[in-house]
């Protein structure tokens, strides 16, 4: 059984789902570039914390570009505001979720965790501009 977001063939979403794997892409690669860089400068604590960050916010992108671009067009609106607002829903509640496991689990140096946080939180209005859409 395959993922209904890589092979959807609703051509109306192909726009949307081109732009967010190309976010979630840029995120990923950001964060690995962010994590060697700060293991090298900063030693492996402060990257342990970059890669939590990046796991903490890429993964609910991931979860909100799956379940919001799932329809389209005007017979299916209901069902695009509908996955479009239950995707914000889940990505929210699954950032908690995951925040609170980072803050329990692992030891984090703020200013590498948030500051990462904040980098990838802000990527996604960037890439419009870095990918010329």
Avoid: D, E, H
Wanted: net charge positive; proline share 3%.
């Amino acid at each position: 059984m395959s993922v209904s977001f890589f092979n959807n063939k609703n051509t109306l979403t192909r726009a949307g789902r081109k732009i967010a794997c190309q976010q979630i892409g840029l995120s990923i690669i950001v964060v690995l570039i962010c994590t060697l860089l700060t293991y090298f400068y900063w030693g492996l604590l402060s990257a342990q914390s970059v890669i939590a960050a990046g796991v903490v916010t890429i993964i609910p992108n991931c979860l909100f570009a799956f379940k919001a671009f799932r329809y389209a067009g005007a017979n299916a609106s209901k069902l695009v505001m509908n996955s479009f607002f239950s995707g914000v829903k889940l990505k929210m509640l699954s950032m908690a979720i995951l925040l609170i496991f980072a803050f329990k689990i692992i030891v984090i140096l703020p200013l590498a965790f948030f500051g990462t946080f904040f980098l990838v939180m802000v990527l996604p209005l960037l890439t419009p501009f870095l990918f010329k859409l």
